[in-house]
Protein backbone atom coordinates (compact mmCIF):
# COMPACT_ATOMS: atom_id res chain seq x y z
CA UNK A 1 0.00 0.00 0.00
CA UNK A 2 2.62 2.39 0.77
CA UNK A 3 4.68 2.27 -2.64
CA UNK A 4 1.09 2.85 -4.15
CA UNK A 5 0.27 5.86 -2.02
CA UNK A 6 3.52 7.40 -2.83
CA UNK A 7 2.97 6.99 -6.72
CA UNK A 8 -0.37 8.35 -6.52
CA UNK A 9 0.80 11.29 -4.44
CA UNK A 10 3.95 11.73 -7.03
CA UNK A 11 1.01 11.43 -10.08
CA UNK A 12 -1.74 14.08 -8.33
CA UNK A 13 1.17 16.70 -7.38
CA UNK A 14 2.59 16.61 -11.02
CA UNK A 15 -1.01 17.19 -11.79
CA UNK A 16 -1.61 20.08 -9.76
CA UNK A 17 1.86 21.51 -9.21
CA UNK A 18 1.93 21.77 -13.46
CA UNK A 19 -0.78 24.72 -13.48
CA UNK A 20 0.94 26.16 -11.02
CA UNK A 21 4.31 26.49 -12.78
CA UNK A 22 2.42 27.82 -15.40
CA UNK A 23 0.23 30.14 -14.06
CA UNK A 24 3.02 32.44 -13.97
CA UNK A 25 3.72 32.74 -17.50
CA UNK A 26 -0.40 32.84 -18.14
CA UNK A 27 -1.02 35.54 -15.76
CA UNK A 28 1.97 37.85 -17.27
CA UNK A 29 0.87 37.05 -20.87
CA UNK A 30 -2.47 37.04 -20.74
CA UNK A 31 -2.93 39.57 -17.82
CA UNK A 32 -5.23 39.01 -14.94
CA UNK A 33 -8.48 39.40 -17.66
CA UNK A 34 -7.40 36.90 -20.16
CA UNK A 35 -6.61 34.57 -17.09
CA UNK A 36 -9.80 35.14 -15.95
CA UNK A 37 -11.29 34.58 -19.36
CA UNK A 38 -9.44 31.48 -19.44
CA UNK A 39 -10.65 30.43 -16.34
CA UNK A 40 -13.80 30.57 -17.01
CA UNK A 41 -13.41 28.34 -20.34
CA UNK A 42 -12.16 25.86 -17.82
CA UNK A 43 -14.57 26.07 -15.23
CA UNK A 44 -17.02 25.87 -17.76
CA UNK A 45 -16.19 22.38 -19.13
CA UNK A 46 -15.41 21.17 -15.64
CA UNK A 47 -18.66 21.59 -14.65
CA UNK A 48 -19.83 19.38 -17.67
CA UNK A 49 -17.55 16.91 -16.85
CA UNK A 50 -18.92 16.14 -13.74
CA UNK A 51 -22.33 16.76 -14.69
CA UNK A 52 -21.64 13.60 -16.95
CA UNK A 53 -18.83 11.77 -14.55
CA UNK A 54 -22.38 9.69 -13.21
CA UNK A 55 -20.55 7.99 -10.33
CA UNK A 56 -17.51 6.19 -11.72
CA UNK A 57 -14.50 8.04 -10.50
CA UNK A 58 -15.20 6.55 -7.50
CA UNK A 59 -17.82 3.35 -7.82
CA UNK A 60 -14.96 1.90 -10.63
CA UNK A 61 -12.30 1.67 -8.91
CA UNK A 62 -14.31 -0.23 -5.82
CA UNK A 63 -15.76 -2.52 -8.18
CA UNK A 64 -12.63 -3.69 -9.77
CA UNK A 65 -11.04 -3.40 -6.63
CA UNK A 66 -13.65 -5.56 -4.25
CA UNK A 67 -13.76 -9.73 -5.04
CA UNK A 68 -17.04 -8.83 -7.18
CA UNK A 69 -15.90 -7.74 -10.53
CA UNK A 70 -14.53 -11.24 -12.23
CA UNK A 71 -14.51 -9.51 -15.50
CA UNK A 72 -12.71 -6.51 -15.94
CA UNK A 73 -13.66 -6.46 -19.60
CA UNK A 74 -17.27 -6.25 -19.38
CA UNK A 75 -16.63 -3.50 -16.67
CA UNK A 76 -14.43 -1.58 -19.01
CA UNK A 77 -16.50 -1.51 -21.91
CA UNK A 78 -19.86 -0.94 -19.96
CA UNK A 79 -18.00 2.15 -18.49
CA UNK A 80 -16.79 2.98 -22.04
CA UNK A 81 -20.49 2.67 -24.11
CA UNK A 82 -22.04 4.94 -21.18
CA UNK A 83 -19.63 7.30 -21.67
CA UNK A 84 -19.92 7.53 -25.37
CA UNK A 85 -23.52 7.58 -25.25
CA UNK A 86 -22.69 10.98 -22.85
CA UNK A 87 -20.68 12.87 -25.67
CA UNK A 88 -23.39 14.10 -27.65
CA UNK A 89 -25.37 15.72 -25.51
CA UNK A 90 -21.89 17.37 -23.91
CA UNK A 91 -20.83 18.69 -27.11
CA UNK A 92 -24.57 20.08 -28.04
CA UNK A 93 -24.26 21.75 -24.62
CA UNK A 94 -20.76 23.38 -25.14
CA UNK A 95 -22.35 24.23 -29.15
CA UNK A 96 -25.22 26.41 -27.08
CA UNK A 97 -22.81 28.40 -25.02
CA UNK A 98 -19.59 29.02 -27.88
CA UNK A 99 -21.67 28.98 -31.51
CA UNK A 100 -20.74 32.15 -32.04
CA UNK A 101 -16.98 31.50 -31.34
CA UNK A 102 -16.08 28.13 -33.28
CA UNK A 103 -12.60 27.84 -32.54
CA UNK A 104 -13.37 28.07 -28.83
CA UNK A 105 -16.34 25.63 -29.37
CA UNK A 106 -14.16 22.80 -31.30
CA UNK A 107 -11.18 23.26 -29.04
CA UNK A 108 -13.85 22.57 -25.82
CA UNK A 109 -15.02 19.77 -27.86
CA UNK A 110 -12.17 17.89 -28.27
CA UNK A 111 -11.32 18.62 -24.87
CA UNK A 112 -14.57 17.15 -23.34
CA UNK A 113 -14.25 13.95 -25.17
CA UNK A 114 -10.94 13.33 -24.33
CA UNK A 115 -11.64 14.19 -20.57
CA UNK A 116 -14.99 12.57 -20.90
CA UNK A 117 -13.19 8.85 -21.81
CA UNK A 118 -10.60 9.00 -19.28
CA UNK A 119 -9.36 6.01 -17.89
CA UNK A 120 -7.97 6.81 -14.64
CA UNK A 121 -10.86 5.28 -12.74
CA UNK A 122 -10.02 1.58 -14.90
CA UNK A 123 -5.87 2.67 -14.25
CA UNK A 124 -7.23 3.30 -10.45
CA UNK A 125 -9.48 0.34 -9.96
CA UNK A 126 -6.40 -1.77 -11.09
CA UNK A 127 -4.25 -0.22 -8.34
CA UNK A 128 -2.13 0.93 -11.80
CA UNK A 129 -0.86 4.20 -9.95
CA UNK A 130 2.96 3.52 -11.06
CA UNK A 131 2.36 3.61 -14.28
CA UNK A 132 -0.58 6.44 -13.82
CA UNK A 133 2.49 8.59 -12.31
CA UNK A 134 4.69 7.91 -15.05
CA UNK A 135 2.04 8.91 -17.80
CA UNK A 136 0.48 12.37 -15.95
CA UNK A 137 4.41 13.17 -15.52
CA UNK A 138 5.10 12.55 -18.92
CA UNK A 139 2.00 14.48 -20.34
CA UNK A 140 2.35 17.53 -17.19
CA UNK A 141 6.39 18.24 -18.66
CA UNK A 142 4.76 18.44 -22.47
CA UNK A 143 1.81 21.09 -21.04
CA UNK A 144 4.44 22.92 -19.41
CA UNK A 145 6.84 22.95 -22.69
CA UNK A 146 4.08 24.11 -24.77
CA UNK A 147 3.30 27.14 -22.26
CA UNK A 148 6.75 28.06 -22.40
CA UNK A 149 7.27 28.22 -26.45
CA UNK A 150 3.90 29.44 -26.89
CA UNK A 151 3.76 33.34 -28.29
CA UNK A 152 0.23 34.50 -26.41
CA UNK A 153 -0.34 37.64 -27.66
CA UNK A 154 -2.76 36.24 -30.45
CA UNK A 155 -5.72 34.02 -29.43
CA UNK A 156 -3.98 33.77 -26.11
CA UNK A 157 -7.17 31.93 -24.82
CA UNK A 158 -7.16 29.97 -27.55
CA UNK A 159 -3.93 28.50 -27.54
CA UNK A 160 -4.04 28.21 -23.82
CA UNK A 161 -6.99 25.52 -24.21
CA UNK A 162 -5.43 23.85 -27.44
CA UNK A 163 -2.63 22.87 -25.00
CA UNK A 164 -4.94 21.62 -22.35
CA UNK A 165 -6.34 19.53 -25.41
CA UNK A 166 -3.04 18.44 -26.37
CA UNK A 167 -2.03 17.15 -22.56
CA UNK A 168 -5.43 15.53 -22.41
CA UNK A 169 -5.36 13.57 -26.13
CA UNK A 170 -2.03 12.41 -25.14
CA UNK A 171 -3.14 10.86 -21.65
CA UNK A 172 -5.99 9.10 -23.40
CA UNK A 173 -4.22 7.14 -25.88
CA UNK A 174 -1.10 6.53 -23.09
CA UNK A 175 -4.03 4.91 -20.74
CA UNK A 176 -5.44 3.42 -23.51
CA UNK A 177 -2.71 1.83 -24.44
CA UNK A 178 -2.15 0.77 -20.83
CA UNK A 179 -5.33 -1.08 -20.39
CA UNK A 180 -5.31 -2.83 -23.88
CA UNK A 181 -4.83 -6.42 -22.43
CA UNK A 182 -8.30 -5.60 -21.12
CA UNK A 183 -10.12 -4.08 -24.52
CA UNK A 184 -8.57 -6.63 -26.62
CA UNK A 185 -10.70 -9.22 -24.77
CA UNK A 186 -13.92 -7.39 -26.56
CA UNK A 187 -17.21 -8.17 -25.04
CA UNK A 188 -20.85 -7.81 -25.87
CA UNK A 189 -22.66 -5.55 -23.09
CA UNK A 190 -25.87 -5.49 -23.40
CA UNK A 191 -28.58 -2.89 -22.15
CA UNK A 192 -29.22 -4.83 -18.69
CA UNK A 193 -25.23 -4.75 -18.10
CA UNK A 194 -25.25 -0.65 -18.78
CA UNK A 195 -28.51 -0.45 -16.17
CA UNK A 196 -26.87 -2.15 -13.58
CA UNK A 197 -23.70 -0.49 -13.35
CA UNK A 198 -25.49 3.59 -13.80
CA UNK A 199 -27.52 2.14 -10.99
CA UNK A 200 -25.04 1.22 -8.62
CA UNK A 201 -22.73 4.12 -9.56
CA UNK A 202 -25.56 6.51 -8.76
CA UNK A 203 -25.29 6.81 -5.40
CA UNK A 204 -21.95 8.15 -5.35
CA UNK A 205 -22.67 10.20 -8.46
CA UNK A 206 -25.46 12.92 -6.72
CA UNK A 207 -23.67 12.60 -3.02
CA UNK A 208 -20.74 13.64 -4.82
CA UNK A 209 -22.16 16.34 -7.36
CA UNK A 210 -22.42 19.27 -5.70
CA UNK A 211 -19.35 19.42 -3.89
CA UNK A 212 -17.44 18.63 -6.87
CA UNK A 213 -19.38 21.44 -8.98
CA UNK A 214 -18.49 23.79 -6.08
CA UNK A 215 -14.67 22.55 -6.09
CA UNK A 216 -14.18 21.97 -9.48
CA UNK A 217 -15.98 25.03 -11.26
CA UNK A 218 -16.21 26.92 -8.07
CA UNK A 219 -14.02 30.25 -10.36
CA UNK A 220 -17.47 30.20 -13.06
CA UNK A 221 -19.93 30.94 -10.38
CA UNK A 222 -18.03 33.05 -8.91
CA UNK A 223 -17.76 34.83 -12.03
CA UNK A 224 -21.27 35.73 -12.29
CA UNK A 225 -20.92 38.48 -9.51
CA UNK A 226 -17.18 39.40 -9.88
CA UNK A 227 -14.93 40.91 -12.26
CA UNK A 228 -12.22 39.09 -14.57
CA UNK A 229 -9.24 39.96 -12.12
CA UNK A 230 -10.85 39.26 -8.82
CA UNK A 231 -12.14 35.87 -10.96
CA UNK A 232 -8.09 34.95 -12.02
CA UNK A 233 -7.30 35.69 -8.16
CA UNK A 234 -9.57 33.37 -6.81
CA UNK A 235 -8.68 30.83 -8.83
CA UNK A 236 -5.43 30.79 -8.40
CA UNK A 237 -5.89 30.54 -4.75
CA UNK A 238 -8.02 27.45 -5.47
CA UNK A 239 -6.08 25.94 -7.63
CA UNK A 240 -3.08 26.49 -4.78
CA UNK A 241 -5.54 24.92 -2.43
CA UNK A 242 -6.11 21.77 -4.56
CA UNK A 243 -2.82 21.07 -4.29
CA UNK A 244 -3.26 19.99 -0.53
CA UNK A 245 -6.87 18.90 -1.31
CA UNK A 246 -5.11 16.35 -4.31
CA UNK A 247 -2.74 15.55 -2.05
CA UNK A 248 -4.60 14.08 0.95
CA UNK A 249 -7.32 12.83 -2.01
CA UNK A 250 -4.59 10.96 -3.07
CA UNK A 251 -3.64 9.14 0.18
CA UNK A 252 -7.69 8.93 0.10
CA UNK A 253 -7.83 6.82 -2.98
CA UNK A 254 -5.18 4.08 -2.37
CA UNK A 255 -7.11 3.62 1.53
CA UNK A 256 -10.24 3.50 -0.60
CA UNK A 257 -8.88 0.40 -2.64
CA UNK A 258 -6.65 -1.06 -0.12
CA UNK A 259 -9.68 -1.17 2.49
CA UNK A 260 -12.09 -2.52 0.27
CA UNK A 261 -9.35 -5.16 -0.99
CA UNK A 262 -7.61 -5.67 2.61
CA UNK A 263 -9.96 -4.45 5.18
CA UNK A 264 -6.85 -3.58 7.45
CA UNK A 265 -8.01 -0.25 9.58
CA UNK A 266 -4.22 -0.01 11.13
CA UNK A 267 -3.72 1.82 7.27
CA UNK A 268 -6.35 4.45 8.30
CA UNK A 269 -5.03 5.69 11.40
CA UNK A 270 -1.45 5.83 9.79
CA UNK A 271 -2.42 7.68 7.32
CA UNK A 272 -3.93 9.97 9.71
CA UNK A 273 -0.50 10.71 11.97
CA UNK A 274 1.23 10.96 8.80
CA UNK A 275 -0.99 13.40 7.43
CA UNK A 276 -1.14 15.69 10.31
CA UNK A 277 2.38 15.35 10.91
CA UNK A 278 2.86 17.61 7.78
CA UNK A 279 -0.31 19.39 7.80
CA UNK A 280 1.31 20.85 11.07
CA UNK A 281 4.78 20.68 9.96
CA UNK A 282 4.18 23.18 6.63
CA UNK A 283 1.75 25.46 8.89
CA UNK A 284 4.77 27.89 9.79
CA UNK A 285 6.04 28.21 6.18
CA UNK A 286 1.89 29.07 5.19
CA UNK A 287 1.22 31.42 7.68
CA UNK A 288 4.48 32.94 7.83
CA UNK A 289 6.05 33.33 4.44
CA UNK A 290 3.32 32.88 2.10
CA UNK A 291 3.24 36.85 0.86
CA UNK A 292 7.21 36.39 0.10
CA UNK A 293 6.63 33.23 -1.79
CA UNK A 294 3.89 34.42 -3.97
CA UNK A 295 6.09 37.54 -4.62
CA UNK A 296 8.15 35.13 -6.37
CA UNK A 297 5.69 33.57 -8.93
CA UNK A 298 3.71 36.46 -9.79
CA UNK A 299 3.73 40.15 -11.14
CA UNK A 300 0.59 41.76 -9.35
CA UNK A 301 -0.16 42.54 -5.39
CA UNK A 302 -0.03 39.22 -3.90
CA UNK A 303 -1.66 40.52 -0.46
CA UNK A 304 -5.37 39.16 -1.36
CA UNK A 305 -4.12 36.22 -2.62
CA UNK A 306 -1.91 35.53 0.21
CA UNK A 307 -4.78 36.25 2.64
CA UNK A 308 -7.04 33.48 0.65
CA UNK A 309 -4.67 30.92 1.05
CA UNK A 310 -4.27 31.21 4.55
CA UNK A 311 -8.12 30.52 5.36
CA UNK A 312 -7.76 27.80 2.64
CA UNK A 313 -5.24 25.98 5.04
CA UNK A 314 -7.02 25.81 7.64
CA UNK A 315 -10.13 24.02 6.12
CA UNK A 316 -7.32 21.31 4.70
CA UNK A 317 -7.44 20.24 8.33
CA UNK A 318 -11.32 19.28 7.56
CA UNK A 319 -10.53 17.90 4.40
CA UNK A 320 -8.07 15.33 6.02
CA UNK A 321 -10.34 13.88 8.60
CA UNK A 322 -13.11 13.86 5.77
CA UNK A 323 -11.40 12.30 3.18
CA UNK A 324 -10.00 9.80 5.16
CA UNK A 325 -12.93 8.27 7.39
CA UNK A 326 -15.78 8.91 4.71
CA UNK A 327 -15.54 6.56 1.88
CA UNK A 328 -12.09 4.29 2.53
CA UNK A 329 -13.62 3.91 6.58
CA UNK A 330 -17.07 3.06 5.26
CA UNK A 331 -17.06 1.62 1.84
CA UNK A 332 -15.39 -1.65 3.57
CA UNK A 333 -18.17 -2.23 5.80
CA UNK A 334 -20.89 -1.42 2.97
CA UNK A 335 -21.37 1.48 4.75
CA UNK A 336 -21.38 3.86 1.52
CA UNK A 337 -24.57 5.75 2.18
CA UNK A 338 -23.56 7.50 5.05
CA UNK A 339 -20.62 8.37 3.59
CA UNK A 340 -22.63 9.83 1.01
CA UNK A 341 -24.41 11.86 3.74
CA UNK A 342 -21.43 13.51 4.90
CA UNK A 343 -21.21 14.87 1.40
CA UNK A 344 -24.57 15.89 0.64
CA UNK A 345 -24.80 17.81 3.61
CA UNK A 346 -21.54 19.30 3.36
CA UNK A 347 -22.72 20.42 -0.34
CA UNK A 348 -26.15 21.65 1.45
CA UNK A 349 -23.76 24.08 3.48
CA UNK A 350 -21.95 25.37 0.59
CA UNK A 351 -24.90 26.02 -1.32
CA UNK A 352 -26.44 27.79 1.58
CA UNK A 353 -23.95 29.70 2.17
CA UNK A 354 -23.22 30.54 -1.18
CA UNK A 355 -26.90 32.13 -1.23
CA UNK A 356 -26.81 33.73 2.06
CA UNK A 357 -23.97 36.11 0.67
CA UNK A 358 -26.04 36.83 -2.33
CA UNK A 359 -28.85 37.72 -0.28
CA UNK A 360 -27.02 39.99 1.94
CA UNK A 361 -24.83 41.36 -0.84
CA UNK A 362 -21.80 40.02 0.44
CA UNK A 363 -20.31 39.90 -2.47
CA UNK A 364 -16.25 39.49 -1.65
CA UNK A 365 -13.59 37.06 -2.31
CA UNK A 366 -13.61 36.00 1.34
CA UNK A 367 -17.02 35.24 1.81
CA UNK A 368 -16.89 32.98 -1.37
CA UNK A 369 -13.54 31.47 0.53
CA UNK A 370 -15.96 31.07 3.72
CA UNK A 371 -18.01 29.12 1.48
CA UNK A 372 -15.88 25.99 1.18
CA UNK A 373 -14.43 26.37 4.69
CA UNK A 374 -18.23 25.55 6.21
CA UNK A 375 -18.32 23.39 4.12
CA UNK A 376 -15.32 21.15 4.83
CA UNK A 377 -15.67 21.73 8.30
CA UNK A 378 -19.66 20.15 8.38
CA UNK A 379 -18.07 17.41 6.23
CA UNK A 380 -15.47 16.51 8.73
CA UNK A 381 -18.25 16.38 11.47
CA UNK A 382 -20.77 14.49 9.88
CA UNK A 383 -18.48 12.15 8.42
CA UNK A 384 -16.75 11.73 12.17
CA UNK A 385 -20.13 10.95 13.62
CA UNK A 386 -20.89 7.60 11.31
CA UNK A 387 -17.50 6.67 11.43
CA UNK A 388 -18.32 6.35 15.17
CA UNK A 389 -21.69 5.35 14.99
CA UNK A 390 -20.43 2.22 12.63
CA UNK A 391 -17.02 1.71 14.70
CA UNK A 392 -18.22 -1.75 16.27
CA UNK A 393 -18.54 -3.22 12.52
CA UNK A 394 -15.26 -1.33 11.44
CA UNK A 395 -13.63 -3.43 14.81
CA UNK A 396 -15.34 -6.93 13.88
CA UNK A 397 -14.10 -6.40 10.19
CA UNK A 398 -10.79 -4.86 10.75
CA UNK A 399 -7.90 -8.06 9.48
CA UNK A 400 -4.91 -6.00 11.18
CA UNK A 401 -6.80 -6.72 14.52
CA UNK A 402 -7.08 -10.33 13.63
CA UNK A 403 -3.28 -10.50 12.89
CA UNK A 404 -2.14 -8.81 16.03
CA UNK A 405 -4.52 -11.85 17.95
CA UNK A 406 -2.58 -13.99 15.95
Known amino acids: MRINVINNI ?17 TAQLGLDG ?25 IPKLISSSRSKNLASVFYSFFYIKLFT ?6 IS ?7 IVIFLLVSLYLIFMNLNLTPIMSGLEKYKELTILTLVCKVILVLLVIITDF ?8 IAIQVVSQALFFI ?31 YFSKLIVNLYQQSSAL ?5 LNNQLVAIYSIAIQIYKIGQSIIGAVAKVLFTNLVKNHKYSNLKLATEYSFFAYF ?28 LRYLYVSLAFVIVSSYYGYPALAPINKDKYAHYGVIISSIIYVIVFLMLIKFEYIYLVGFISCIIFSDMIGMIVRLYYYNKFKHIIKENDKSIALNYK
Request: net charge negative; hydrophobic share 55%; proline share 3%.
Open 95 to 101: YIVYNSE
Open 35 to 59: YGEYVKTLAFMSMLIIFFDLGFGMY
Open 174 to 204: FCLNSTKKIWLEFKSISMTDLFELLKSSLGY
Open 87 to 92: LPIIIF
Open 281 to 308: LFSPIVFLMTDDIMKLFFEFDVKLLSEM
Open 10 to 26: ISVVINVLSPLIVLPLL
Open 153 to 160: SYLGVEKA
Open 221 to 225: FVSWF
